[in-house]
């Protein structure tokens, strides 16, 4: 866990992402094509990863995938700051 100071110092460093959490056919998380959009998001300079609400699906998703999206997003950007919707 990052100390909320030096969080706020490496958030002001630069871009935040949103990304966008996919879903599958049947409305449920889809992890593979989550992780496959962090990893193209890899190379690109950003501070840090607002993840299961910062687009507003966070009412479309189970208690349990909010926490699979952040795993997800830990798993594929593990030294980048991870922001999630509570």
């Keep these: 866990m990052i100390d909320p100071s030096a969080l706020r ?3 002001r460093s630069g871009l935040l992402s949103f990304p966008v959490t996919p ?9 593979k094509a989550f992780a496959a959009h962090l990893e193209w ?3 690109h300079p950003i501070a840090g990863l607002i993840v299961a609400g910062g687009t ?8 349990s995938e909010i926490v699979e999206v952040v795993r997800t997003a830990r ?12």
């Design 75 to 86: 798993a594929a950007q593990p030294n980048d700051p991870i922001i999630a919707g509570c």
């Design 9 to 11: 110092d490496i958030i």
């Design 41 to 43: 998001l890899a190379p």
């Design 56 to 63: 507003g699906e966070m009412f479309s998703l189970t208690p």
């Design 23 to 31: 879903f599958d056919a049947d409305d449920a998380f889809n992890p």
